[in-house]
Structures are given as C-alpha cells and as structure tokens.
C-alpha cells in the first residue's frame, strides 16, 4: 500500500502526515462523529435484519471512510450518487435516518424514499455502476448553467467491469465534466476477488484511457479520502474535468447479510485488514492530537447509538402504507384507467389485501419473509 | 426445484464436454441462490466461471463461444440485472442464425432467476418476461415444478437454438418433489394439463402456477370445475392444448405477475378468441401483477395475484358477470 495518499498513521511504525490545508480541529472532530453515525447505523440495521425487523441489508463495516471523509470534502450543493454499499450515506445530509430503514425494512412511497432532489443526494443505486453516467450528467447540466457544482458516484471494483463505468468515464473525459468517480476497492464483488475482476493491478490505471487524472488513497484513512476529493473537486469546478479517485480497502464483512463469504474466502484473511479500519484509527489520531480523548470519543459514540435508537423508534412507528403505493408516483398526473380499475379491484372484498401469507404456512405480516439470495 | 436445476446443471457439465457455466458468483460461491453449488469443484474453474460483473460481457462473450461450438450455459443473477445484457440478445444472440442463413448458430442457454415473493430488495423481483418474448429467435421456458425444471434445462442445453430459461426465484425452496435422478429431458413447446376440469381454463408459469392450483382448489368448492394449464414454454407455445382446453370449458382466465400491459396474457386472450371465438362464453380474463413499478417488500403481497384473488376474480369475472 505503499503507493497510496495516507495522512493518517497507525501509532507506530507508520507515521502521520500533516494534515492537509483546510481542515480545522473542529473539522477533524465533525469528521469523526461522521464515520461513528455511520458506523452505528450499520452495526445497528444488521442486528435489525438479523432479527427480522428489515429485509437483506448491504453492510459497510470499514468502510466509513470511503463516505465520511469523502462527502466532508464536498460542498452541500454538489450531487452525489450511492451504490447501495453507501445507502445511508443521506443521513450525512439531513435525511432522516428512519426512512433509509423504512426503505430497507420495505416501505416504499413517501415514507421509504427520500427527496433526491432537496438533499443533492441520487437513490441509492443497486445495479451495478448505472448511476455513472448520471453523475456525469448533473455536472454536465452544471457546467451548461454556469454553475460551480460538481457531482460525486460511489462504486465498487466489480463495477469497474460494466460498459456504463467506461461509458461514463470518457463522457466525463470528452466532455471535461466536474465528476468524481469514487472507487471503493474493497477487493471483492461478492465472491469474486479483484485478481479475478480485472488483470490491472490498480482501478485507477484504467483512468489513463480516458486521458483523465487519477489518484489511490487508503481507503480506510478518512483525511486521505477528503484531501483526495477536495483536490478532485477543486479542479473540477475550475474547469479542470474529471477524476478517478480509488480507495483501496478491504471488503472486512460480507456483501451483505444474505451472503456467507465463508463459501469463497478464509475469514482469517479479514483479520490484518481489521487493524486498519476507520473509527479506532481516527480515534487514536484524534487522542495523538490532542484534539480528542478517549471520553469525548465516547461521548460523541454515545449520541450516535442514541440518535439511531430514536430513528428505529420512529421507524417502527411508520404504518404499512396503504393500497395507493401501488398507483402512486409512477406517472406525473393523473392514475391512468388501469390504475383506477386496479385500486377498485384490490379495494373490493376477497381480494389480495385480505390475504396475508404470501408462502403457504408463512406467519403474517410482520415476521419475516424467507429470503434468499443478495 | 433448487436441487433439480443443480442436479441438472451436473448432468449437463459431465454428458457434453462442450458445456459450460458461466456467470457472477456461479463457481466459488455456488451462486447467489446455489443452484450451481460445488461445481466448479467437480469440473474446474475453466467450466465453471466466474465472471467479472460485466451482464453484456458474460452473454456476448458465451455468445462467441457458442458459434465457436461450444454450449455455454449463462446465468444473469436477478431480472433485474439482465438489462445490460438484453443489446446482445436482441441483435446477436437470437439473430444469427437468420442473418447466417444457418451457418451460424447460438446454441446457448440464458438463465435468469425471476419473480417476486421472496421479499427481496429494490430490483430483485421483477417479472419482465415480455421482453424476451418479443424478440424473434429466442425460444423462452419457464419450469414450475422441479422435475420439470431439470427436463427442460436439459433440453435447453441440447437445443440448437437460445434459450431463455427463466427460474422461479419464489420456487426454488418452496416446489419440491421426488426428481428421477437420470438423465431425461422435457420437451420444449409443450404443455402441462396440471388437473382436468369442465368449467374453466385456468392458464400460467413458473411461481404463479402454484397460486392457480390452490385457486382451482377453492373453485372446486364452490362448484367450479377448473382445469388448469401450466405452459412452461412461452416460445413456442402449445397452442393446441390450450384451445382444446377452451373448446371443452368456455371460459379462461391467464395468471401472470408480470404488469398487464403488453403481458402474455394478452397474447394468449388474442390466440384464443383467433382459434376457438365461438366457444367462448365470457371474455377472457387476466389476473396480473399491475402496471406499476414493482412494490418493496412490505406490499409485495398488494401486487402478486394470490390464491384467493384468482379463484374470487374468476368466480366473479366469469360466472357471475
């Protein structure tokens, strides 16, 4: 890892580096409670999935932050696209973290689906490297407007392989768009490792096709991936194009809580990287600095727990939405006739509404549905 | 049904050394849904392949390889993630054997897991089955029982045309039954009368055959005698069987829980009122997922037809009205 951007060392042989220009000691700490509201969302929604009060969750243990220290490096009017490794990364902007759990529970409608719009923030995008070419295209509708806006994708190694990574890499190239592509290389795509994925040895080599500047970052180190994007971001809106970030890290959970990676990788492979994730090496810079000691770390590990416990509270509390989230918000105005016929149909007596197992012999509603799969 | 398509999938890779599987996490993991668990042990990483995520990549490349005389089996890991893949099937896949005047064929098979019921996140459980039906060149199967299931994928391997085989991801646990253990095949263009009856055709596929059985059942005691009719090939279709279905009854309802618009029922309600009008007492009817984006989890069971909205719909619909 010796070629990656590091700013923060582990205590030991491997030294701090200075922190970058523009980041303040309260910054420092604001990033710090970032990566802890991350980090007890997810510990907390796969505890929640485990038992039963939402559905198959994509986990990002280690890598905060990928998405902490990133989003920390961009303006509140830049646009940023989640695959759904980074689903609650709206939280960071003021969307309530209950209706990311509402999503993931299984709520959809207005209770499960936050306003893209007012937080600049893109659905949270499951297939693979889709959302790309969008990135692409809100900083190009910046630039066509004169505005100093630029817009962030987030995406794995395995998305790297999709036609729509390249499409939108030479768009952005073509184009000098302000677009940063945020590769998160946790080095599996479920169980496939990189080796297998792809035969370069690093993501951002793949940037010199598209004759576009490229940088690797330690993916577990926050202030590496916030001095990487400021400086992408920067140049972008002075009209400088694109650029492919990549944050080497390691996938230290599964792909999700449907996957078991004990089919397909030693577990004992996970243990070196553990060393190196985010919230205890941030903590311990923090304390080296004297920014931050070990109660207040606590004190802000507190808040967070607290602030997930009341978004829990406030999710369960959200009724099952009723028969319209069919119909509702799939055309501009107006239910079409078969939309009007179709809420008549399951409003009458007897119909689907009235009966609740969808598998014979499957407990009601609010126990789980068997699973399968990712 | 999961240990059929398994068995099957064996009985493919070890009978014909031309054959091989190629998917996303179709070796090391065994699949996402394991329907290919332990192969890539017994038959190597060279037949059985991981691929890199790229859904264009894994049907083209299988698509040249397939012309160069192999028979490679594919597997798309959702409906939903089969999209990127869809240019190659269109305008290469299913058309080669046209624009080569046979010279060329595909002989490939194309599997993707379908269908809603598992409560599965965003784009896990669609139903888009029309999209490959449209496309000429293609043939499509869906199996609904797990002997079935392992007959027609082997068929399809065998066939010298592309397959899309289409797996009820809802029936991969919950359909099991004694599979024979040998090597058989189902043949493609043929239906399944799957109970007799003298009222009414109740005509579907994959996991919605088993909401239509139950739905004949509740009929039965309310004195409807249903007969239902599983497809299990969509292309081409047994037409025949239908129609002489129709011609004894008068009456037939399609169960599907793809959207409505542009549905197969359609296709179906138009075959039957060409071939057998005047046997017709009621217009036929479609019990269908709605034209709408398909629902998270929590109102999933708001969007599939269920046993009791089948059976009161066709009692309603088409003897009551």
Redesign the interface.
Known sequence: MSDLLRIIGNGADVPDQPIPEGLGDKDLVAIYRWLVLLRAYDERSVALQRQGRI??YALYWGEEATQAGTLYALEETDWIFPS?RQNSIGILRGVPPSVILA??????GDV?FYDTRHFRTGP?C????THLPHAVGTSWAAKLRGERTASLAWFGD??T????FHEAMNFASVFKTATIFFCTNNQW????PVS???ATKTVAEKALAYAMPAVRVDGFDPIACWKATKDAADRGREGGGPTLIEAFCYRIGAHGT??DPR???DEAETEPWKAWEPLSRMASFLDRLGVLDESGAEKIKAEAKQTIAEAVTEMEAIE??G?E???DN?YAKDR?W??IE?LE??R?????????P???GAPA?DT??????? | MARALNDGLRLALSGDERVLLMG??V????G??RISDKLRGEFGEERVI????????IVGVAFGMAVAGMRPIVEL??M??S??AYDQIISHVSRIRHRSRHRFTAPMVIRI?YGG????????SESMESIYLHIPGLKVVVPSTPVDAKGLLLAAVEDPDPVVFLEP??S???ITEVVPGDYYTTPIGEAAVRREGTDVTLISYGAMM?ETL?AADVLEGRGISAEVIDLRSLVPLDVDTIVASVIKTGRVAVVHEAP??GGFGGEIAAIVQEKAFFSLEMPVLRVTG????F???????????????IA??VQTRLFEG
């Open positions: 559905g198959t759904y999503w993931w529970r299984g709520y959809g499960g949270i499951v297939p693979i490297g395995g998305a392989s999709e036609g729509d795509a479920i169980s496939t297998r994925q792809m449907a996957d089919l397909y990788r099952t939405p028969l989230v069919i119909f799939v079409p078969m939309f179709g149909e399951l009458s007596v007897g119909q689907r509404e009235l009966v609740k969808l598998n014979a509603d789980e549905i068997p699973e399968e799969g990712v | 996303e996490d070796g090391r993991a065994g996402v849904f991981d691929a890199p995520v790229a859904e264009s990549g890991q959702f939903g993630f999209y990127p897991p019921g598992i409560g599965a996140a965003e784009h896990h991801i809802r991969y646990r919950s088993r139950g409505r618009t709605w034209d709408s984006v629902p998270l989890k929590r109102s999933e069971r708001l969007y599939l037809p269920n046993v009791a909205g009161e719909e």
